[in-house]
């Protein structure tokens, strides 16, 4: 019902133009910054080292929901269909199809998927697990009800103009069971003092402009709006990011950044467990 | 019948023609062999990575290639003579070794423990003795470096699933992106491509540099290095000592020229490092043999250089350490009198000191003697190199495990720090040591001796370098 009137088909090339969460000036911001993608010591430093962080929570919170422990222990996501949304240059795709996933990237920046594209093809071991796709999670969603065991929202959510739509879309995405895994920046002072002023201006740990303080989000808000899409959510944890040892580590505050799972209910559950949400901060030793 | 062969000749033409470019096309596509970790250097610190890196549980599924310049040595016979090339393995390499299944190779063939360690000086009657009785471990192990190279590579045999060992081929050339003339503008993250002696170029995600301290993968990768120059040559030879039922003691003695010691290789027969200026070198090597002897014994026992006043300083100082720490006597032990040298073992080499400023960039890491090479007076060097094995096998296991690249920078930086940490400390202090023990002036020759008395009286201190030498 969304954006069904507004869609105008053109050749089989073009995408469909859907009511979609792309704001403007996000997309000529990241336009400049695609370049520098893949240096590990550029500007994506954060992102990159934040790998060692997400790579292993997402991998271990979807192994640990199978029954039984993966047949090939190098291959944990084996079988799996993960949908990067918000992929970037691919930093985190890659990781998740090395080991095993199959991985659908999606970005509105076209520069963007140009980027991720060349560098997939420079590691033949993962060429044919990871697919680009220059469109929205929106735009997924007419021919992929159901099609994802997990969704990834890394860095995203707080670039995007209107949460609600995008999360419904996960929603429709994602297959019952399936989770939803976010990291995002808490909308509190400290995140406006750490996230943005220090980070941008003082730092320079990402480049100047990136960040939207309006845009940010608490925890309990994200869960609120996960719940009305039918989402239980199982985990809040905040995270922290050290600039002199220049690595990513688990805390127990969320006051800036943090990371949160959600599981996408079964249909029959969802009207009964929305008032039984619980929220666990688990101690996490990495 | 001019026709007839035209049309051969056109044909034959014609299907060369599409051979040659089918040929090329082929060529062309596979002239670039892909790899995720190539090692170059086959030597001990660069077998033992790649059966590290067989054994390491998240790089089954990854290719991985050991380069090598000599040939296969496929039948092996441990010599009745002892080589004159040995090391001093710590117990932290043993299991090391355990890990990869190379110890009991090597305890298979032969292997001496060290149990007490007995260092002193010519200048004065300074002496310090280490010895582990609490805890009854061995400080050390002297093995023959042919014996520990021939031990990895047969548990290497074992693991060619999982690595290819090409012998008899060495690196002609790297392409390190970013760093190689000609490729300085090309984003580092492009894989290394390695041109060998054969002609094959080899494409990998990561590149081992153990290719000894005068590395070919360091100049490449433009690694700044510290060097100098000791001016030292290292005399090595196989001695015949005299009969000691139990000789499990290593002796150093440093004289103002250079350290002289004797580790032990079996009850009859002992290994020599004696560092000493070239010319003596030099003519130590010309020696006769008994007189090459007697050389050495006099190296171990003249008195000539014994400073009186440092001397009469020094007793005194140790009267007072005996009534302070009476319980903590110091025994001073003779070391065993040489009879003979095994003809032809005698050799030497030059010593310096370098030091790679760091041990990784993107997509490259040093190990071994490639990223440092030290002084051999505390028998670390090797020990040093087998540290850093250990220590790259586990990144590059977490690295995997996260499903990152294995020549990310990422990783390969959390191997360079914790490298350094362990690997400063120890260059230093040696390099210190050489300086130390390098002169014969007075002062200096009193301060290293109360030094030294002092730290052989405190039990604690000497248990915390025996454990920092050990891991």
């Known amino acids: ?286 | 019948m001019a026709c007839n062969l035209l049309r051969h000749c056109k044909l034959c033409n014609l299907s060369t023609r599409i051979v040659n470019s089918l040929t090329s096309r082929n060529l062309h596509s596979s002239s670039n062999e892909k790899a995720d970790i190539v090692i170059s250097g086959g030597g001990m610190v660069g077998t033992a990575m790649a059966c590290a890196l067989g054994h390491t549980d998240f790089l089954q599924d990854k290719k991985i290639i050991l380069l090598e310049s000599a040939p296969e040595k496929k039948d092996f016979k441990l010599s009745e003579r002892y080589s004159n090339r040995t090391c001093a393995i710590s117990p932290a390499t043993v299991g090391l070794f355990q890990n990869i299944g190379a110890w009991d190779e090597i305890l298979q063939m032969r292997c001496q423990p060290v149990k007490r360690m007995q260092v002193w000086e010519s200048c004065s009657d300074s002496v310090i003795t280490f010895n582990d009785e609490e805890l009854m471990n061995d400080l050390a192990y002297i093995v023959e470096n042919d014996v520990i190279l021939e031990a990895i590579r047969r548990q290497l045999s074992s693991l060619s699933d999982r690595v290819e060992v090409r012998y008899q081929t060495s690196a002609k050339s790297y392409i390190i992106p970013g760093s190689t003339p000609g490729h300085d503008n090309v984003d580092q993250n492009t894989w290394v491509t390695i041109e060998t002696d054969k002609g094959q170029k080899i494409q990998t995600k990561l590149l081992i540099g153990a290719d000894g301290m005068n590395s070919a993968v360091r100049k490449a990768g433009k690694f700044h290095v510290f060097q100098q120059d000791y001016k030292q040559q290292a005399v090595v030879a196989t001695l015949e000592v005299s009969g000691t039922s139990d000789n499990s003691v290593a002796w150093q003695r440093f004289l103002p020229t250079g350290p002289i010691a004797m580790l032990p290789l079996s009850s009859n027969y002992s290994c020599l490092i004696w560092t000493t200026s070239p010319t003596k070198a030099k003519y130590l090597k010309d020696l006769q043999d008994d007189n090459f002897v007697d050389a050495v014994n006099d190296a171990f026992w003249h008195e000539r250089d014994k400073d009186s006043t440092v001397m009469s300083i020094s007793q005194k100082y140790q009267e007072l350490l005996n009534y302070v720490f009476s319980d903590n006597q110091v025994v001073r032990q003779l070391p065993p009198t040489v009879v003979g040298v095994d003809p032809g073992s005698r050799a030497s080499f030059p010593l310096s000191l370098n030091h790679s400023s760091n041990y990784v960039k993107p997509r490259v890491a040093l190990i071994g003697d490639a990223a440092h090479r030290l002084h051999p007076l505390a028998g670390q060097g090797v020990n040093l190199g087998f540290g850093d094995v250990s220590c790259l096998s586990q990144v590059l296991n977490e690295a995997v495990q996260s499903g990152s690249d294995v020549g990310s920078l990422y990783y390969l930086s959390k191997y360079e720090t914790e490298r350094q940490r362990a690997v400063l400390p120890v260059v230093m202090t040696i390099h210190g040591l050489h300086h130390l023990y390098n002169t014969d002036f007075s002062p200096v020759v009193l301060l290293r001796s109360l030094g030294l008395q002092s730290t052989n009286a405190l039990q604690f201190v000497k248990n915390k370098i025996i454990q920092q030498a050990s891991s």
């Open chain 1, 1 to 286: 019902r969304l954006g069904s009137q507004n869609k105008r088909w053109h050749s089989n090339h073009a995408r469909p133009i859907a009511q979609s969460t792309i704001d403007e000036e996000e997309r000529e911001k990241f336009q400049k910054l695609s370049h520098t993608w893949w240096n590990e010591t550029g500007e994506f430093q954060a992102l990159h080292a934040l790998n060692a962080l997400r790579v292993p929570w997402i991998t271990n919170s979807l192994v640990e929901k199978q029954d039984q422990p993966p047949p090939l222990h190098t291959k944990p996501l084996l079988g799996l269909q993960i949908l990067d949304a918000g992929s970037g240059g691919g930093i985190l795709s890659e990781p998740l199809a090395r080991l095993g996933a199959n991985m659908i990237g999606v970005d509105m920046v076209e520069d963007n998927i140009r980027v991720a594209q060349t560098h997939l093809e420079e590691d033949p071991s993962i060429c044919g697990s990871v697919k680009y796709i220059q469109a929205t999670v929106e735009d997924l969603v007419e021919t992929n009800e159901d099609a994802f065991d997990a969704v990834v929202a890394s860095e995203v959510v707080e670039h995007v103009s209107n949460i609600d739509t995008f999360l419904t879309s996960c929603c429709k995405i994602i297959k019952p069971g399936g989770s939803i895994f976010l990291t995002t920046i808490n909308k509190t002072a400290l995140s406006y003092t750490t996230g943005v002023l220090a980070a941008e201006y003082l730092l320079r740990l990402v480049p100047i402009g990136t960040h939207d303080w309006e845009k940010f989000i608490s925890p309990e808000d994200l869960q609120f709006l996960l719940d009305k899409c039918g989402f239980s959510t199982t985990l809040i944890h905040g995270m922290m990011y050290n600039p002199l040892t220049r690595r990513w580590s688990w805390i127990s505050n969320s006051s800036v950044n943090y990371g949160l799972h959600a599981v996408k209910l079964h249909p029959q559950t969802s009207e009964t467990s929305s008032k039984e949400n619980s929220t666990d901060s688990v101690e996490r030793s990495d």
